[in-house]
């Protein structure tokens, strides 16, 4: 049945329904303050239900309060429909093939212009529409998974994902490209990078930060710039493509495991953390920062480990924090703690009696630093040594999400005190790294003469 | 044998042909004729003490290279409704400009880049915004809905305006007549450009995010002197609230204009409401104009279908260069290309506006569409040739011109070549068709340039980012309640007082009727005296003297209230107003010391009169009470003046005399 009312509820859609006035219906409608003239519109289900959404002549969308109505007609009805435009997207010998794998995120999308509505633009015909370079890129298939907010992914999509990606490898594909949401970006790049190892090609995460449908949006250069590492880069690792700096200048690629969203609006959001990323991307080509990477190669061998024991916890620690929260966690059942201590890796002596139970219950603790930058040092300080005696492993550098993931893939596949420790603290790429160099902490603080006269002179 | 040809004939011919007058010598019959129409935008900031969708301060601006950072942005179209690119959007995107922002700490944060969302619209702003729509008896809305206005040019980083409608319908009252107002909209002002030249413009971003509101009406003015008119209402309706900015760039019109069969054009970015005749008045006959051009290539080639320019790329080489550009041009290694338009002879020097020709029309568009900066072109038709008979004898072959086709030769970055050949040609293929839709750029002499197509209506879209405001009945009753009083009704109240007419301007531009009241309700002088008071003798101060910052009006109610309190007569005050707005924290009491003011009555003041009399009598050149009355006054009425009414001084000198 259609539903003429799209979105009104309670009073607004008994108006409505008293006038006989219907969404889409053109209404005129005489108030109290006056006449209006407009297009009803479908209205926002968490709106109130006081008032009726038209869209008037100029363009421009207003709301009339009902409690105002003294009568109101409807004297005409149009109702919209929407397509994307597709455009077939042209095949050229001879560049590589990519495949853009859709989780739900809008990467390319087109704004319905009468209700505001985002229609996502994801065929390879839609997204040639929207960003017509990337045929000069690479020859582009495309499949939606899921349909998924990015806070929605978890570790069963990160399964999907990473035995799908392995079939792709082994039909013959050039580059991966992962549309996503930005928020937990990052989960999903460590999550695959444990999952899918000795990829033979690059497999690039992106999203973008500004949805497509501004003018000013990130989407379409990041999908350049992913696309471009995809089909043309070398270096065949689980990356997370996005913007270097908030400027439309190049991307950065960013090391799966050692990357985090730090702003959350900037579009340069993501930054690799404790160590420089391993390169940058333009419409020109892959510069890479780091020397060492895993270069592409030409045959499909790709070793795929979809596991993950989902009884994993997080615990951000902070003054105070009572035992009880370790206890609900091992009541719960949970197999594995990861900590984001203070410092280097510290937490309060009330925590002592619940983690020294959690040990003694077979329950795995990892310790990480919410500063996120350094490594946890548990030898300095007595409190470090005592927490180590009572079981809880240090995890070096670490990101706190990271080791997350990271624990809940090793548990997926073993739980084994020793066996845990040892995949834990060997890395699979670069989630731990033997040493920190000087250029791998850089918040600098504005103020300061030389720190400003920088940013004046190189863009942000 | 060829035809002489002479272009400044032409030009002159055809501004003939069309019938163009001066503005001064056009009468209303001339605007019936070509059918003048037209409508306005009248944008105003308002006085808050923050932006409209963050934090910032408002009103504080810096120079040019003032600034902390600067980042870069490309503005890409995204798809309307129906598939396809906005005309302006794909204009601008064939610019492929680099939009430059300069931020400075102070002015602007991260919601001004787009790296923040909007927090939520400034109460104030909205509050000032809702009076001055209640004032222009709109119809206000029931629920605010921020909307977003795409804009590709790069004047706002997010490539859209925020954007709402409070009230549609109103109308102002003008000498003659009603105008009807379509709508008022809240929004947020956009950059200030630094410059624009090749493919990299320059923004500063200090007044982004301002709040502002635009009142637009229905084109109901059929002459330049209506819309004046038009626009000064708006702009002392909205000063009247007396919570809006004043000065430079705080009140801006966009003047939308078209004659009968043309098209609407908007010139953008007016400053002054007095250039708006003017520039009217040009602009409809510039559309005049390209109707009789669109007519005469009609007649000769037909509706344009099958009209196709031929070019060719040339060789510096083949001139004698002595053109200056020219040089400059091959030098940069830029590439020379000749365009042959058959059949264009007459039109590329056909008259549009005063000093201008067809030519420029594609010499506009190369420099905004094609991003060549001027000059980027010579032709055949210029008042003072640059292409010699030579240089045409080498050209016209090459291009296989006919004696009836006009050739144009430009140069430019390789890359920008072939969006230029098209520029010119879809120009040219316009004039056969129609007035191209367009916003324009104003000069002070009254004329305009391209600056860009005039985007379509499919650019509106909710904004995603903000819930919509509720306006409840209550709360538009209180502000109902607490408005000031209606321009209209000013000009009656001004009448009624019989204060001069030449000072109403100045009174309601400067929205001082609140003074007058103020002064003579409480201090009870006459509102005739206090209107003349501001209407001249302050206005002729103003005009010549730098304000101090100290000055208010306030100090002027001050002045008054020190008059009445001291029990001087009125006139005191035209002598202490030059020290006063010059010394504003001097005492009052001082200012009458230095004017070496003293206390006298009127018996002291009469008493040296008869000895003056006598005087008089000896040193007199002529006769007559009249003279002698006058002499007398001279001597004394800088003593007299606020001490006692000189006109009672006057009376007593004659009794004396006589």
Known sequence: ????????????????????????????????????????????????????????????????????????????????????????????????????????????????????????????????????????????????????????????????????????????????????????????????????????????????????????????????HATYAAGHGDIAEVMICMFGPTSDEYGFLHRGTRVRKMHSSYRSTFRTIGDTPLATVTRKGVVPIKQEYNHRRKDRKVDIFPYFEEKVSIVYYYPNMQPDIIDSLVDNGYKGIVIAGTGLGHVNKPLYPAIERAYKKGVHIFMTVQTLWGYVHMFVYDTGRDLMAKGIIPAENMLPEVAYIKLGWVLGQTDDPEEVRRLMLTPVNDETTPREPYNGYLIYQGGVKEVDDFVRRVHK | MKRKFDPLQNYKRTMKAIGYVPRKQATEADYKRIGFMSGLEVHQQLKTKEKLFCRCPAGIYHQHDDYNAEIIRHMRPTLSELGEYDGTALMEFKTRKEIQYRINNKTACTYEVDDTPPFRIDPEALEIALEISILSKLNIVGEVHITRKQYLDGSIPTG??????????????????????????????????????????????????????????????????????????????????????????????????????????????????????????????????????????????????????????????????????????????????????????????????????????????????????????????????????????????????????????????????????????????????????????????????????????????????????????????????????????????????????????????????????????????????????????????????????????????????????????????RIMLPMVYEYPSMEFESVLTVLKFKKRSMDDLLAPIEFLHEKFKEIKISDGDEVTINWLMGQVHKQAAGNVSLAELRQNIEKIIK
């Not at chain 2, 939308?256 to 008045?281: M, T």
């Not at chain 2, 209180?478 to 009174?507: A, C, G, M």
Request: aromatic share 10%.
């Open chain 2, 160 to 573: 859209f305006q925020r954007t709402a409608i409070l009230g549609v319908d109103g109308e102002i009252q003008l000498k003659n007549k009603p105008v009807r107002l379509l709508q008022l909209s809240i929004e947020e002002d956009s950059c200030r450009e630094i410059s624009d030249i090749g493919h990299v413009r320059i923004y500063k971003t200090d007044r982004l995010g301002m709040p502002l509101i635009e009142t637009v009406t229905y084109a109901d003015m059929f002459t330049p002197d209506e819309l004046a008119e038009a626009a000064q209402y708006i702009r002392f309706l909205n000063r009247s609230s007396g919570k809006v900015r004043t000065g430079i760039g705080s009140g801006r019109e966009d003047v939308n204009v078209s004659c009968r069969g043309g098209q609407r054009v908007e010139i953008k970015g007016v400053a002054h409401n007095k250039w708006i005749p003017e520039l009217s008045h040009n602009e409809a006959f510039r559309q005049w104009a390209l109707l009789h051009i669109r007519k005469i290539l009609n007649d000769k080639i037909g509706d344009g279908k099958t009209w196709k320019p031929e070019q060719i790329q040339l060789d510096y080489d083949v001139f004698s260069i002595t053109f200056e550009p020219l040089k400059l041009a091959r030098d940069k290694g830029y590439k020379l290309v000749a365009i042959n338009l058959p059949g264009f002879r007459g039109i590329l020097s056909h008259f549009t506006q005063p000093g201008k020709t067809f030519a420029d029309e594609l010499s506009d568009r190369l420099k905004v569409i094609a991003c060549i900066e001027k000059p980027n072109m010579i032709h055949t038709e210029q008042f003072k040739s640059i292409l010699t008979r030579a240089d045409l004898d080498i050209i016209a072959p090459l291009l296989h011109a006919q004696e009836e086709d006009a050739q144009v030769v430009f140069w430019g970055p390789a890359e920008d070549i072939p969006t230029a050949i098209e520029t010119i040609e879809e120009r040219c293929r316009i004039a056969f068709v129609d007035v191209p839709r367009e916003t324009r750029k104003s000069f002070i002499n009254g004329t305009t340039v391209f600056e860009r197509v005039l985007p379509g209506p499919d650019r509106m879209y909710p904004d995603t980012d903000s819930a919509p405001i509720p306006l409840r009945d209550d709360y538009i009753n209180k502000l109902r309640n607490n408005l000031p009083i209606d321009v209209s009704e000013r000009f009656h109240q001004l009448k009624k007082w019989e204060v001069p007419e030449d000072t109403y301007h100045y009174i309601l531009k400067k929205n001082l009727v609140p003074y007058i009241e103020k002064i003579t309700g409480e201090l009870g002088f006459s509102p005739r005296f206090v209107g003349t008071f501001f209407g001249h003798t302050l206005k002729n101060i103003e005009g010549k003297m730098k304000p101090h910052p100290d000055f208010s009006y306030d100090k002027i109610y001050g002045l008054f209230k020190f008059i009445r309190k001291k029990k001087l007569v009125e006139d005191i005050s």
């Open chain 1, 1 to 224: 049945m259609e539903d003429f009312f799209q979105g009104y509820k309670g009073r607004s859609l008994e108006t409505l329904k008293k006038y006989n006035v219907r969404v889409w219906g053109q209404a005129e409608i005489n108030t109290t303050r006056g006449q209006f003239r407009g297009t009803v519109l479908p209205r926002s289900e968490n709106d109130d239900d006081t008032h009726i959404v038209l869209k008037i002549i100029t363009g421009y969308n207003i709301g009339i309060d009902i409690f105002t109505v003294i009568t109101m007609k409807e004297v005409g009805y149009q109702k919209a429909n929407y397509k994307i435009p597709e455009k077939e997207f042209p095949y050229h010998e001879g560049l590589p093939k990519v495949k853009l794998i859709g989780t739900g995120g809008t990467i390319a999308s087109r704004l319905d212009y009468r209700t505001g509505a985002v229609i996502p633009a994801f065929s390879p015909g839609e997204l040639y529409g929207a960003v017509p370079e990337l045929a000069d890129i690479c020859n582009l298939t495309t499949e939606k998974i899921f349909a998924v907010f990015s806070e929605n992914m978890g570790p069963e999509n990160y399964k999907v994902l990473a035995v799908k990606i392995g079939k792709e490898i082994e039909n013959g594909i050039d580059g991966i490209v992962i549309g996503h949401g930005t928020d937990t970006l990052h989960h999903t790049s460590a999550a695959l990078t444990f999952m899918i190892q000795n990829s033979p090609v690059p497999i690039v995460l992106v999203g973008s930060q500004r949805s497509s449908d501004r003018p000013s949006s990130d989407a379409a250069l990041n999908l350049i």
